[in-house]
């Protein structure tokens, strides 16, 4: 259990600084694909926003989320997804919730995708580079998601 939840620390403050150190030049979103098979992958977090009402999911690969576990670096080529989903919310607009005090998922909304690739952050100036990680957002559909912010 301690190994779940440092991987769950781990991932969400990645994700955190991705979010405030995003950079406001592109220097190679466009390189990151949506992966087809993410759903299928092993999901190692749930994350409920309560400030937006959002039921997010998080998933990697099986061997990625047991590298972490080992203690090992994220090895290059390694892929992150959040999935973003709304909550279900009852007829007060206030999120349904499971037994467990969970938000129940609703529908999904987007998903964000962390890849990792040797020399990706070089094109990054320095306060703004988070290692070799780069950052795209896309649409429930596996479109690029035109109206998503990367200068926050």
């Known amino acids: 259990m301690r190994s779940r939840n440092r991987v769950q620390a781990v991932t969400l403050a990645s994700w955190a600084c991705a979010l405030a150190f995003a950079p406001a ?13 993410w759903a299928s992958w092993e999901r190692y977090g749930v994350v409920d926003r309560h400030d937006n009402k959002q039921y997010r ?16 670096p994220i090895p290059d080529g390694a ?17 349904e919730r499971d037994a467990n005090g969970r938000f129940v ?19 990054y100036p320095a306060e703004w580079r ?18 998503a912010n990367a200068n926050i």
């Open 25 to 37: 030049v592109s220097a190679g979103p466009e390189n990151v694909k949506s992966p087809e098979q």
């Open 105 to 123: 998922k609703g529908n999904l909304n987007g998903v964000t995708v962390m890849e990792k690739r040797k020399g990706w952050g070089a094109d």
């Open 57 to 72: 999911e998080l998933y990697a690969k099986p061997e990625i989320v047991q590298a972490v576990r080992e203690g090992r």
């Open 79 to 95: 892929v992150l997804v959040m999935a973003i989903h709304g909550a279900k919310v009852d007829s007060s607009g206030n999120p």
């Open 130 to 147: 988070n290692g070799d990680w780069e950052y795209a957002s896309f649409t429930a559909e596996g479109k690029p998601n035109e109206k």
